[in-house]
């Protein structure tokens, strides 16, 4: 059985950094692409980042690019978002997911990439900024 496990999350004030884990069981995250997602109280859920095992550059939503980093430590079969610079607007809760596929499916949306949905998903961790 596929299962995704977030951790990490909290509260932390405007400006902090934290950092999001994405454990697995049942499989190995490698060689998949996993995901980051979030959704905040009453809005749509959003694709933040998205890493493959290959060495090609990481996905970052327009919104989290410069403040967060994605990375994958194989060994531990935990995928990782560093995040830096927290405000406000990055409160909600986050899920990692995947395919179970190589590959981030990013589609251009009006010339914009944009993180499509995956199969399986955790359960999330939720994340406060707030002072």
């Known amino acids: 059985q596929v299962q995704l496990v977030e951790s990490g999350g909290g509260l932390v004030q405007p400006g902090g950094s934290l950092r999001l884990s994405c454990t697995a069981s049942?499989?190995?995250?490698?060689?998949?692409?996993i995901g980051w997602f979030r959704q905040a109280p009453g809005k749509e859920r959003e694709g933040v980042s998205c890493?493959?095992?290959?060495?090609?550059?990481?996905y970052y939503a327009d919104s989290v690019k410069g403040r967060f980093t994605i990375s994958r430590d194989k060994a531990k079969n935990t995928v990782y978002l560093q995040m830096h610079s927290l405000i406000s607007e990055d409160t909600a809760v986050y899920y990692c997911a995947t395919d179970r596929l190589v590959l981030c499916p990013v589609y251009s949306v009006q010339g914009v990439g944009v993180l499509s949905g995956m199969d399986y998903w955790g359960k999330g961790t939720l994340v406060t900024v707030s002072s």
């Open positions: 049942g499989f190995t995250l490698d060689p998949y692409a």
């Open positions: 890493i493959e095992s290959s060495d090609s550059s990481p």
